[in-house]
């Protein structure tokens, strides 16, 4: 789910001396041999910098390095369980999914909040569609004393005698039609739920087999010490492709790098959150809908200015579009 970047294998060469040989021929040789390096060198760069100006799949090198008896190094690199975690793609989306991991305390109580989750909706929508239109409130409120099909009723009444037989039957096509897109709703987030979990199982994995913190154990550490582990792996798996080490201040800016740019947006005052009103003026106001408007045309939508997690468009690169583009 969250693909990496691999990073070259490089082929060996020693440089041994031969006092027999030309120091001419030397020289060339080693010409040759420092040209190999810078060679590959480059093509690593910039391969590393392709990976993050744009929203392209990772290309993956392939430079095979045989051992005598030990098989291809490449056969060998996918047996490593770490090996899956080197160079992640999306950082920022994988430190997000690691914050929300803790957050909500791991797999299980993901699990039953998304369970819970399906069956509030499908309760609500049904027990709705029962309010309307199996419940006679005539008879409720005792404002008729018979029934739909004209049978008395007792003076005492009971619940069930308000319940209307076979009110499937009475669903008009507003219903039906409402019940349908309440339907597709309902498997629609029942597939997204399903890629969560599939996705928050890798972090587990990655909890486990790198982090070392059991889902058990999330109770009794804070968020400080996860980010401290976290950093602490930075060095063997290089989860960033560029940095050596990381700080607890590089992760928390990875996660919240959007609401930093939406912050900064209101802040300068390019998107300022306010509204008239006739007698009070400008009144600061941002409602939760014109937020997740805001943040899908600047961040998620097809028109925003990114082509990939941290990467901008061309044309916002350049200094002659950005009036056109304003």
Request: aromatic share 14%; hydrophobic share 45%.
């Amino acid at each position: 789910m969250f693909s990496s970047l691999k990073r070259a294998n490089y082929n060996v060469i020693e440089e041994v001396e031969d006092e027999n040989e030309p120091g001419t021929l030397k020289s060339m040789e080693l010409g040759r041999v420092t040209d190999i390096k810078l060679n590959e060198e480059e093509e690593v760069e910039e391969e590393c910098h392709q990976h993050f100006e744009s929203s392209a799949p990772p290309i993956h090198h392939g430079v095979a390095v045989s051992f005598s008896g030990k098989g291809d190094a490449e056969l060998q690199a996918s047996s490593d369980p770490a090996a899956e975690w080197d160079h992640i793609k999306d950082v920022d989306q994988f430190f997000a999914y690691i914050y929300e991991y803790y957050q909500q305390r791991g797999l299980t109580c993901i699990a039953l909040r998304s369970l819970f989750s399906l069956l509030r909706f499908a309760f609500v929508v049904l027990f709705s569609t029962f309010l309307v239109n199996c419940v006679d409130y005539d008879v409720l409120f005792y404002n008729r004393n018979t029934t739909l099909d004209g049978r008395p009723l007792p003076a005492k009444r009971a619940i069930h005698n308000a319940f209307i037989p076979r009110c499937y039957a009475r669903i008009n096509p507003l219903m039906s039609l409402a019940l349908f897109l309440a339907a597709l709703f309902w498997l629609a987030h029942l597939f997204r739920i399903f890629c969560r979990l599939v996705q928050f199982s890798e972090i587990r994995r990655f909890f486990i087999s790198q982090l070392e913190i059991a889902d058990s154990e999330m109770q009794n550490l804070s968020w400080a010490q996860v980010v401290e582990r976290l950093c602490g792996v930075q060095k063997r798996l290089h989860l960033i492709v560029n940095r050596e080490a990381i700080t607890p201040l590089d992760v928390c800016q990875r996660i919240l790098r959007h609401k930093n740019y939406f912050v900064a947006l209101v802040y300068y005052n390019i998107l300022p959150p306010r509204i008239r009103l006739p007698v009070l003026g400008h009144v600061h106001y941002l409602s939760n809908g014109l937020r997740f408007n805001l943040e899908w045309l600047l961040f998620w939508g097809p028109w925003s200015p990114w082509k990939g997690p941290y990467a901008l468009k061309d044309e916002f690169k350049d200094p002659d579009k950005l009036p056109m583009i304003g």
